[in-house]
């Protein structure tokens, strides 16, 4: 098992750890059978997609012999699906929004690339909390920008005096993501009021302002009552992003969108670029079928329940195995901290056990792990075990 080790080295980006511990698993299970290891590298969520996407897809199918049935449409994407969102977003986000405010974009993560490509110059810089969702360096490096993380609180709140500390000339963006990956952290209505104050005053003088970019794909995914609050009606230069990977399971669909606040003056321009950005890296428009899916499935989702059960199991195995977490607030992940001062140690004799975890360093935390709860709860019960062996050493 030392060569588990051995090869996770040979990946430092955070998105190598987890698919290469994931292909590990799938080797694993073919080694010692399914039930045999536990796998919580990857947050592929397994339930399946409300009722009215089949019968959607039943449909879509009995239209397939028409001409251009699932033809080019225009590159923001089709005009009663944007209009349909339009409407559904202005509900969730407090704040009413047009359908010229948004486009629909190849997931949450063709939207953040899109809008990096629309607004970043080589060595503009993105702020954005720590840890981190594995990806957004790359994204920013796209279009030649550079990830500055900045720490968080202990309990991974925002430390909004750290972040302003942080912004220089060259900061151009500072990036949320509410609920987390990997913390499971949901910042609060006080929190975000603070941050766009900051903002406010950092983009004063400016030529260009700085952008507040709120990645939400987990958004409906938040326990305890918990509230999510909107940056929109906050700060004039805010933007969302969000998919409908999670809360409808079409990971696979690729179908996300971009909406900019209404409050911002001349959005048009911003919207423009965006659409552009999305023609020339190529995506040209979120792929028909998951528009057609979006459109009959708004206001839908997968069955809450079952997360909040999986989540009160996953603390439950932690808490008797004697691991030190902070209870994750949305989203569907846990991110303990190590036994080992050098997780990939503890993480390492963790997988003699089958049982797989991230190690935090790719997410830019090392000393902490990322536990990914979207699996049958028979799995994480089954996990008790190892997590008490290796915790031992």
């Not at 929190?191 to 302002?209: D, Q, V």
Request: charge should be negative.
């Amino acid at each position: 098992m030392k060569l588990v080790t051995e090869q996770m080295e040979q990946f430092l980006s955070g998105g190598a750890w987890i698919r290469k511990i994931f292909e590990h698993g799938l080797e694993l299970k073919k080694q010692y059978g399914e039930d045999a290891v536990c796998d919580f590298s990857l947050g592929n969520p397994d339930l399946p997609p409300p009722a009215v996407v089949g019968e959607c897809l039943a449909e879509l199918a009995e239209q397939a012999d028409k001409p251009f049935a699932f033809g080019y449409m225009p590159n923001p994407g089709y005009p009663a699906v944007r209009a349909a969102l339009a409407e559904h977003l202005s509900k969730e986000q407090g704040i009413a929004i047009a359908a010229e405010d948004l486009l629909l974009t190849c997931g949450a993560a063709g939207g953040i690339n899109c809008f990096f490509r629309a607004v970043l110059t080589p060595g503009d810089e993105v702020i954005c909390p720590n840890p981190y969702f594995v990806e957004y360096g790359f994204y920013a490096g796209n279009s030649g920008g550079v990830l500055k993380p900045v720490a968080t609180k202990p309990d991974f709140d925002l430390d909004i005096a750290a972040m302003e500390a942080a912004i220089t000339p060259r900061t151009r963006v500072v990036l949320i993501n509410s609920p987390n990956n990997p913390t499971g952290m949901v910042y609060s209505k006080e929190t975000l009021t603070e941050l766009a104050a900051m903002l406010t005053r950092a983009s004063a003088g400016r030529e260009r302002p700085i952008y507040l970019l709120a990645d939400e794909p987990y958004r409906f995914l938040a326990y305890d009552g918990a509230d999510v609050p909107s940056v929109l009606p906050l700060y004039p230069y805010s933007l969302v992003i969000g998919s409908f990977s999670k809360n409808l399971s079409l990971p696979g669909e690729r179908v996300g969108y971009v909406v900019v606040s209404p409050l911002m003056e001349g959005r048009e321009q911003l919207v423009a670029g965006l659409v552009f950005a999305n023609r020339i890296l190529g995506f040209v428009n979120a792929p028909a079928v998951g528009q057609a899916l979006l459109l009959r499935a708004l206001g839908q989702e997968v069955d809450r329940g079952i997360y909040e059960r999986r989540r009160a199991a996953m603390a439950g195995v932690l808490t008797r195995a004697g691991y030190e977490f902070i209870m994750p607030r949305g989203a569907f992940y846990f991110f303990p901290k190590s036994p080992d001062a050098d997780e990939l140690v503890f993480l390492d004799r963790l997988a003699k056990e089958r049982v797989l975890a991230v190690p935090g360093r790719g997410f830019g935390m090392p000393g902490y792990f990322r536990l990914a709860f979207c699996v049958d709860e028979a799995v994480i019960n089954r996990s008790e075990a190892g997590f008490a062996r290796a915790i031992r050493g």
